[in-house]
């Protein structure tokens, strides 16, 4: 294992220093280890926190700020955090306007969550959860824990954020996740494995010549191996079963969403980006916004994910506010 | 009878047992999983180890919710609420209690999956943990009603964990992030069940002779 590390045990802690030394002015990391805004609570407004395992910057940490999340509770990496981090960071962003929870549906993330909010509740703030499965790799059936949560969750977490900055109520700002929810769609793919630090090998083997199709965030394994394609067949690979879900249709205006893994650089991201513009072409359906990067990574895996929203004004709007958290700027 | 410090001993058994699994219970969960599970139980294990020693009063049931709030506190995942409801619950069944009966330390253990089975909502055949737990209590029960002894009827509770370990093999996995795989979650031993197991064994160790 090759990593810029100190000592495996030490990753988050060191990480979530150096996040609070570089963005003082954006972000405070309070005990027991919770990222949360600088100016948080704000009197009147609703609180917004997710969170998760590490692993996956800047998701969810590096979307704490202006127009986004109040608070974000990392875990051990690839680990749901542990419910006293969810209900420290709900009390410290509560603001008397109650806190909407941001979950991906993952068994444990669900449980911590769950445990967190009745405590939240015991201590009198009011608190929603919405929970986000928008991975089409994953049969969405009683024989599955359901779908996974994946980059479904950045654009909610941009959304909601921009709402509830805007003054939304918490009935409005969970109803307007719930929305995303329902409006989105992802599958994602892996190139290599990813090591998690202190299991100090990879996750799973994939041959030099092997591709991973419907990849989770975490290195599980997907549904189907096979051998390497070009750009154009795996974007079709990703796009199709997406497009076939919702389904979204001719006509349809999307945020269309490629995202890296980690490890793939951002000219692959925009050579899948110009595959994904001509399937939705073919297709009759507007990309109207577009967001390509690494925002909810797999620590050093490479590969990629599309994610496509389907667009209304109100989505539009929220999308376009101003926003200013470490990982994602603009409008200001 | 099972005194307090039976329960004590064989709580630190079993951390050390997950110390020395950690790197096995890591890989298992990686063929399926994540590649967290023996990182995620040797974490919280350490901190239980941490607290034992601070204990005040030679109370089984208080002694149990420790080591259940604390893992909920430290490990995180599904393990975290699990293993933890199933201490806390557990412990809830025998407050005050400074020796217990097998009978009531039957009872407390069921208590403790009957919280399990609430939050994890799997059900015998999902591939999980319940998988140990279920035939472990099915076979302690049958040890209680044959008259075993403690040293007996704990063994015969971990042969029982383990063989449903093993029979967790061949199953396709419907909850926790194996479920994902579908079919390709086949031919593989479940992480979970596994760390049951050895919740058990390491009781039986401890246990031998009485």
Redesign the interface.
Known sequence: MKKLINAPESVVDDELAGVAAAHADLVRVIEPNVVVRADAPKKGKVGVISGG?SGHEPMHGGFVGMGMLDAACP??????????QMLAATKAVDGGAGVLHIVKN???DI??F??AAEMARAEGIEVTSVVIADDV???DS????GR?GVGGTVLAEKIVGAAAEAGADLATVTALCQKVQDNVRSMGMALTSCT?P??GKP??ELGDDEMEIGI?I????G?TRMKLASAAEITAMLATPILDDLPFKAGDKVLAFVNGMGGTPLIELYVIFNELKKILDARGITIARNLIGNYITSLEMAGCSITLLRLDDELTKHWDAPVHTPGLRWGR | MISYDDILAWVRRFAAAVTANKAYL?ELD?A?????HG??MD?GFTAVVGKLDGLASPDIGAALKTVGTTL???????????YGMFFMQMGGAVTGKEALTLEEFATAFETGLGGVLR??KAEPGDKTMVDALIPARDALRAAIADGASVSDAITRMADGAEQGMLATVPL?A????A????E?SAGHQDPGATSSHLLLRSAAEVWAGR
């Open positions: 395992g875990g051990a990496v690839f680990t749901s955090p542990v419910p006293d993952y068994t444990g449980m911590n769950e445990l790799a994953v049969k009683l024989y599955t824990a996974r998690v202190a299991a996750t799973f989770g975490h290195g599980e394994p549904r | 890591t990686s399926i999983g994540d590649a967290d990182i995620n974490r909920v506190s430290t490990v995180g995942g599904a393990s975290g609420p699990l939050i994890g396709v419907r909850k926790g992030r479920s994902y795989l579908g390709r």
